[in-house]
T-cell receptor, first 114, second 113 residues
Framework: AQTVTQSQPEMSVQEAETVTLSCTYD???????LFWYKQPPSRQMILVIR??????QNATENRFSVNFQKAAKSFSLKISDSQLGDTAMYFC???????????FGKGTRLHILP | DSGVTQTPKHLITATGQRVTLRCSPR?????VYWYQQSLDQGLQFLIH???????AKGNILERFSAQQFPDLHSELNLSSLELGDSALYFC????????????FGSGTRLTVV
């Protein structure tokens, strides 16, 4: 069975700093997709970034980028120039190419401090 | 607005009761997924429907059931409610599978007292 582990339950950083959220996953498959979702206090789940496992190039979306290490089964999220609006719960997630359901980690609560 | 509509936003009910949560997927999406978010369990997959047919079941209790109607909206029925069923229930939709991620609704907060 596939699992997603986020080892940092909670983190705090100062505004404008760079922060990295960790995620590891376990699978014996080679074709899959990885995601980071953001859940702000409004509780809406928002897709932040997506990575295709067959692509070596790390995905980037504005201030958000990932460090995808397939051999290590690691998928970390880097937030540059953090902003107060980045305060949220962040979930790492995984789905196999042939499987419709997405498996989520338990989340990292990120606080951006003014 | 994500395009996925969930009603009601909040629900308070007593133990032993039955409730129905409703979800309308984003226009054009055929897949609907239900997830339960508890404080200590993260998001747990419950069930997936595609174009009216059940495609996959997760850790869904026998007291829970769901269906997707011809107009593609979906309902999650929770019966014989227990205190431990209190959670945030999310509906999400996608055009087909999860390859591009889901679009989530804003959730229904269920409180069982």
């Amino acid at each position: 069975a596939q699992t997603v582990t986020q080892s940092q339950p909670e983190m705090s950083v100062q505004e404008a700093e760079t922060v990295t959220l960790s995620c590891t996953y376990d699978t014996s498959e080679s074709n899959y997709y990885l995601f980071w979702y953001k859940q702000p206090p409004s509780r809406q789940m928002i897709l932040v970034i997506r990575q295709e496992a067959y692509k070596q190039q790390n995905a980037t979306e504005n201030r958000f980028s990932v460090n995808f290490q397939k051999a290590a089964k690691s998928f970390s999220l880097k937030i540059s120039d953090s902003q107060l609006g980045d305060t949220a719960m962040y979930f790492c997630a995984f789905t196999l190419v042939w499987d419709d359901k997405i498996i989520f980690g338990k989340g990292t609560r990120l606080h951006i401090l003014p | 607005d994500s395009g996925v509509t969930q009603t009601p936003k909040h629900l308070i009910t007593a133990t032993g009761q039955r409730v129905t949560l409703r979800c309308s997927p984003r226009s054009g999406d055929l897949s609907v997924y239900w997830y339960q978010q508890s404080l200590d369990q993260g998001l747990q997959f419950l069930i997936h429907y595609y174009n009216g047919e059940e495609r996959a079941k997760g850790n869904i209790l026998e007291r829970f059931s769901a269906q997707q109607f011809p107009d593609l909206h979906s309902e999650l029925n929770l019966s014989s409610l227990e205190l431990g069923d209190s959670a945030l229930y999310f509906c999400a939709s996608s055009a087909a599978g999860g390859d591009y991620g889901y679009t989530f609704g804003s959730g229904t907060r269920l409180t069982v007292v």
